[in-house]
């Protein structure tokens, strides 16, 4: 059965910067399961599945604007402190929800703290970079009614309800 949309697919993987360095991987824990053309996963790594079967494996270049986009320095800010109430240790590295300019909630991350400045930055962690996948399809079954409408796969490895 070949990967198409509204399957439940199960793969083991791992992402790896242009470095090599491995950034993430199912290794040594559960297969990534999820629902295929849900907008799950990634787009280029979603489109790159499509047509495999089970047993297949595959490595995967992914530029930004198919991963998390081009880094935009639209979205880094310097706020002031006092925006921050409430929280009385503020680090390099803490995240944070935020309003997005389009209303959206997003998530920024803190990237400097100077005095009562504070550079926060709303790119995702990965955007502007090449993400290499070494990936093996484990499994792939229709999704149940359910799962299609929810958007994800429920249960062993995916969502919970």
């Known amino acids: 059965m070949p990967i198409a949309a509204n399957k439940a697919v199960s793969i083991d993987y791992t992402l790896t910067n242009d470095a ?3 950034i993430d991987s199912s290794a040594g824990g559960a297969p990534l399961v999820y629902l295929h053309g849900a907008g799950n996963i990634i787009p280029g790594l979603e489109k790159a599945l499509v047509g495999k079967d089970v047993g297949d494996e595959l490595t995967v270049a992914v530029e930004p604007e198919d991963a998390y986009g081009e880094y935009s320095a639209e979205l880094v800010s310097t706020l002031s402190r006092s925006m921050f109430e409430g929280v009385d240790e503020l680090e390099v590295g803490m995240q944070f929800h935020a309003s997005a300019p389009d209303g959206q909630m997003q998530i920024v991350t803190i990237r400097d703290l100077d005095g009562d400045d504070v550079t926060v930055d709303g790119n995702h962690p990965l955007a502007g970079q090449r993400l290499n996948f070494q990936v093996k ?3 792939i079954r229709d ?3 359910e799962e299609v409408a ?3 796969v429920h249960g062993e490895g995916g969502h919970h309800h």
């Open 20 to 22: 090599g360095e491995v």
């Open 150 to 152: 929810h958007g994800h």
């Open 143 to 145: 999704a149940s009614q």
């Open 137 to 139: 399809v484990v499994d």
